[in-house]
């Protein structure tokens, strides 16, 4: 079983930037993802990192401005956020899953507990 922890989260003007952390530990070389939930919204998927960090996946909404990443040998993933707009507004939550990555968020097996992101305009 793997234990995440976020951190990184906080109140930023729209263009701005932060960066999100997601400490891990237990077995730790797993897929590695971030999902976003806006107030009344379902938990989306932003994007994700493969064990080895030589492949990720994005959605579109986030392609260009974030960046997922990796050091496994800090058991640690991240997700560099710039750009943002208002919409990016939502808990962001780190996951963590076996084999490839896939998008749904009934796949993942592991979840943090979150950390606020807020965009303001």
């Known amino acids: 079983q793997v234990q995440l922890v976020e951190s990184g989260g906080g109140l930023v003007q729209a263009g701005g930037s932060l960066r999100l952390s997601c400490a891990a530990s237990?077995?730790?070389?797993?897929?590695m993802g971030w999902f976003r939930q806006a107030p009344g919204k379902e938990r989306d998927f932003v994007a994700a990192?493969?064990?080895?960090?030589?492949?990720?996946v994005y959605a579109d909404s986030v392609k260009g401005r974030f960046t997922i990443s990796r050091d496994n040998a800090k058991n640690t993933v991240y997700l560099q956020m710039n750009s943002l707009k208002p919409e990016d507004t939502a808990v962001y939550y780190c996951a963590s899953k076996g084999g490839f990555i896939t998008i749904p968020t009934t796949s993942w097996g592991s979840w943090g507990q979150g950390t606020q992101v807020t965009v303001s305009s």
């Open positions: 237990g077995r730790t070389l797993y897929t």
């Open positions: 990192i493969n064990w080895s960090g030589g492949s990720t």
